[in-house]
Antibody, heavy 121, light 112 residues
Framework: QVQLVESGGGVVQPGRSLRLSCAASGFTFSGYAMHWVRRAPGKGLEWVALIWNDGTNKYYADSVKGRFTISRDNSKNTLYLQMNTLRAEDTAVYYC??????????????WGQGTLVTVSS | DIVMTQTPLSLSVTPGQPASISCKFSQSLLHSDGKTYLNWYLQKPGQPPQLLIYEVSSRFSGVPDRFSGSGSGTDFTLKISRVEADDVGLYYCMQSKPLPPTFGQGTKVEIK
């Protein structure tokens, strides 16, 4: 079955960097686009970033554009989110999610359990 | 940019009664490929979100048939025919094309 396990969250000071990872299993990782989605405390879901199955296309929310970078290593079945110049408002649970249709995007289908990122001095 | 409005923001429902959530958009979501990329998600307390409905009206794997989606163009609705206690949580609509994807504000469903 599809499994997504996020790691790399923690407490970090404003202005510092953090890299999240998402280990995927149970499906052909190279065949699916992948997303990062976050939920800040007391707020709703916010889509963060999308990467095409082969890594050729990447999209970002305006709130993270220029600071976050999504990437993937299909040989390791792993998705990444490099987060630079972190701000207090980036504090959230970060979920990785697999897209639904293969070789296209139609929105997240399977989700990991999430990893908490806290940006605080 | 597409503006989306999800209503209501909260809903209190008696078990066994129906419930309905609406999402409206400032422009049509009908894609050039003929599909409409409108999904519905439920996030139960302490759990990650789960996909309920994709492409307006298709139920995802394992989703009970008391959940249904409808709509076209700019107006969409999620209906729960008979709410159960396990249905509590936050419901979100999400449009995934045109890119970038965006979520609605969320609707909190609780049981009376």
């Amino acid at each position: 079955q599809v499994q997504l396990v996020e790691s790399g969250g923690g407490v970090v000071q404003p202005g510092r960097s953090l890299r999240l990872s998402c280990a995927a299993s149970g499906f052909t990782f190279s065949g699916y686009a992948m997303h990062w989605v976050r939920r800040a405390p007391g707020k709703g879901l916010e889509w963060v970033a999308l990467i095409w199955n082969d890594g050729t296309n990447k999209y970002y929310a305006d709130s993270v554009k220029g600071r976050f970078t999504i990437s993937r290593d299909n040989s390791k079945n792993t998705l990444y989110l490099q987060m630079n110049t972190l701000r207090a408002e980036d504090t959230a649970v970060y979920y990785c999610a697999r897209d639904r249709p293969p070789y296209d995007t139609g929105g997240p289908s399977y989700w990991g359990q999430g990893t908490l990122v806290t940006v605080s001095s | 940019d597409i503006v989306m409005t999800q209503t209501p923001l909260s809903l209190s429902v008696t078990p066994g009664q129906p419930a309905s959530i609406s999402c409206k958009f400032s422009q049509s979501l009908l894609h050039s490929d003929g599909k409409t990329y409108l999904n519905w998600y439920l996030q139960k307390p302490g759990q990650p979100p789960q996909l309920l409905i994709y492409e307006v009206s298709s139920r995802f794997s394992g989703v009970p048939d008391r959940f249904s989606g409808s709509g076209s163009g700019t107006d969409f609705t999620l209906k729960i025919s008979r709410v159960e206690a396990d249905d509590v949580g936050l419901y979100y609509c999400m449009q995934s094309k045109p890119l970038p994807p965006t979520f609605g504000q969320g609707t909190k469903v609780e049981i009376k």
